[in-house]
């Protein structure tokens, strides 16, 4: 079970941290992915990690303002979002991958999703 918290409205160039608890029957070692989907759009890949913290990935959109990082001690994931901007407003979804690295931008690889976080910029 995965369930993401953090998201807020802020303004334009605000930073927030989504965080991702995950619990009950994953197994031992799982990557853990973040999506984001905006109203009338698909849910698109923001980025990923191994469960060693080693493999990061991010799309072009984030690359350079957020940061994924994870605290096993804790089944914590998180997603440090920097210089927000309004086209970053959306529902952000944590999500487990059937595999990984394989295909990790692609929201069909993933087979266990908690439930979205809203993440509102103003411009």
């Known amino acids: 079970q995965l369930q993401a918290s953090g998201g807020g409205l802020v303004q334009t160039g605000d930073s927030l941290r989504l965080s991702c608890a995950a619990s009950?029957?994953?197994?031992?070692?799982?990557?853990v992915g973040w999506f984001r989907q905006a109203p009338g759009k698909e849910r698109t890949f923001v980025a990923a990690?191994?469960?060693?913290?080693?493999?990061?990935f991010y799309s072009d959109p984030v690359k350079g303002r957020a940061t994924i990082s994870r605290d096993n001690t804790k089944n914590m994931i998180y997603l440090q979002m920097n210089s927000l901007k309004p086209e970053d407003t959306a529902a952000y979804y944590c999500?487990?991958?059937?595999?990984?690295?394989?295909?990790?931008?692609?929201?069909?690889?993933?087979?266990?999703w908690g439930q979205g976080t809203q993440v509102t910029v103003s411009s």
């Open positions: 990690i191994s469960y060693s913290g080693l493999s990061t």
């Open positions: 999500a487990v991958p059937k595999t990984f690295p394989h295909n990790v931008r692609s929201p069909r690889e993933y087979d266990y």
């Open positions: 009950g029957s994953l197994s031992s070692n799982y990557a």
